[in-house]
């Protein structure tokens, strides 16, 4: 089935032929649905600290970075804009030349209102002769349009997400890259250094690069830090491979076999290449002006202190039981850890001989950490938090999306659709362990939550290969606590017009 061409393809990938034959398999097998327990939910779960636990998490956050730890903030930006704009594509390319639909409406009765409305009115001032008022009065809306979307203006349709204007201050507009940069500065610097890593694609790194050089030092002037700021790019060898309905190799005019991104997930391959005792992971487009920015970095403090301490008493109870100075009543302390602060229960515990569950304790003990922010469930998409069966049998908590439930399990979509809480992507991570050795990530994925979806290219069908979620089968096996935050620390922008929303103004 592989010429000798696809083998030169693959090896230039950095892809194993038995890597190739893996996913092929995984294309004819599918992946078999998650065994839910049930929706997490505060007091099964979700953790909802009240206003003095929120103060102590946050001492023991502050005492944390005071020993000169390194913290890194570590932020997916590889996306495109180009789906934030598809309205205005599509309008881009209607038969009629009025804002006719609510959401073209909207765009152009809030024009003013953008952070990019000054930069947008200067293109069109340089390449139309006239500015977006002077367009809109004699009814040339598609050239104030094309001037966001296409080349000869700002580019919006081509560039990520992270370097359009999004927020307005008296001093300049900003990107979300910025906002990122002053976030990293308020709760993640330590030794007066703040490490942010943003992972980008290819194409877009000059650009990111150059914005850096440009904004960085104001920042760090601002906050009264250092910046040390890096990228990466999502690597070719994890690309996944392309086939037909049938699940024959996909393969493009010349021949070649179609590889395309293998979505989020490729990213734990990124993140395990970060030197950091802990890393703080939220999504490029979910950042708020200043004004708004208090609640974020509160909370983000409280899960880093809620982190930081469970770390430190899993790492006091790894050295016990490596010290094998331990008696009955510890090992029953730290069972009462593992399942009621690490929210891992395993049914027949008590079956286990001792050294079986010594061999057991160190293994739940010993492996990253990840604190999650959950917000209240108010229909945004997204992935939701639940309680899961593993393969060791054991019954641990998750965040799933809906790909990985079986739809025909009425149960488990009830589960899915009426579950209070959802995944905003607001994670803070602990990837060392208590020896101070960085754990290799890619050994806690489970490799068999990856999930088939169907695409097209120029016009012919394909299914396209999905590996597990960065925060889904990616850290299934991670030690993972749920922590309610309040739904204002989630502002994500999915369309242009979300930036009309208050939280952005």
């Not at 979700?46 to 502050?62: G, V």
């Not at 977006?132 to 979307?149: Q, W």
Request: with cysteine; glycine share 6%.
């Amino acid at each position: 089935m592989l010429s000798q061409q696809d083998l030169k393809q693959i090896a230039d990938k950095g892809i194993s032929q038995e890597k190739l034959e893996m996913q092929f398999k995984e294309f004819e097998t599918g992946f078999p649905f998650l065994k839910l327990e049930a929706a997490a939910s505060v007091g099964n779960g979700i953790i909802a600290p009240d206003a003095n636990q929120r103060a102590d998490y946050e001492k023991s956050w502050e005492a944390y970075k005071a020993e000169g730890r390194r913290i890194v903030k570590f932020v997916p930006a590889s996306g495109a804009a180009s789906r934030m704009f598809k309205d205005m594509f599509s309008f881009l390319s209607a038969d009629y030349d009025v804002p006719t639909t609510d959401f073209e409406k909207k765009y152009f009765d809030r024009i003013h209102d953008f952070a990019f409305f000054d930069a947008l009115n200067a293109k069109c001032e340089e390449n139309e002769g006239k500015g977006i008022d002077a367009l809109i009065s004699e009814g040339n809306y598609k050239a104030v349009v094309a001037n966001m979307l296409e080349s000869k203006g700002l580019n919006y349709g081509q560039l990520p997400k992270g370097l359009l204007l999004f927020h307005n201050y008296a001093d300049g507009a900003r990107t979300p890259m910025e906002e990122h940069l002053v976030e990293g500065a308020l709760y993640g610097a330590s030794n007066g250094v703040s490490n942010v890593h943003f992972t980008v694609s290819h194409e877009h790194l000059d650009l990111f690069k150059a914005m850096v050089s440009d904004k960085a030092d104001k920042y760090a002037s601002t906050y009264d830090i250092r910046y040390d700021i890096s990228f990466s790019e999502q690597k070719p060898s994890t690309d996944t491979v392309a086939v037909n309905p049938d699940n024959t190799p996909f393969r493009n005019a010349d021949g070649s076999l179609l590889f395309r991104p293998g979505g989020h997930g490729a990213l734990i391959e990124n993140l395990n290449e970060i030197d950091a005792d802990v890393v703080f992971i939220k999504n490029i487009d979910n950042v708020v002006p200043d004004r708004l920015k208090d609640e974020t970095v509160e909370y983000k403090q409280v899960l880093a202190g809620i982190l930081v301490q469970l770390q430190a008493k899993a790492f006091e109870y790894l050295r016990k039981l490596d010290s094998g100075c331990y008696n009955h009543d510890d090992i029953e302390e730290i069972i009462r850890f593992v399942q009621q602060k690490l929210c891992c229960r395993k049914a027949d515990i008590k079956e286990l001989e001792d050294a079986d569950l010594v061999i057991y304790l160190r293994h739940k003990l010993n492996r990253p950490m990840r604190v999650c922010g959950v917000v209240k469930n108010v229909g945004e998409p997204g992935g939701g938090p639940f309680l899961t069966y593993n393969a060791d049998g054991t019954v641990s908590l998750q965040i799933l999306e809906s790909s990985q439930i079986d739809k025909s399990n009425k149960q488990y979509m009830d589960m899915f659709t009426q579950g209070t809480h959802f995944n905003p992507v607001d994670l803070v991570c602990a990837i060392k362990d208590y020896e101070g050795n960085a754990f290799n990530l890619p050994d806690f994925v489970d490799k068999s939550t990856g999930f088939i979806s169907s695409k097209s290219k120029n016009g012919k069908e394909l299914k396209a290969l999905e590996l597990p979620g960065l925060w889904n089968g990616a850290m299934s096996d991670w030690s993972t606590v749920f922590v309610e935050v309040p739904l204002g620390t989630f502002n994500p922008v999915k369309t242009v017009n979300d930036l009309l929303r208050d939280q952005h103004q």
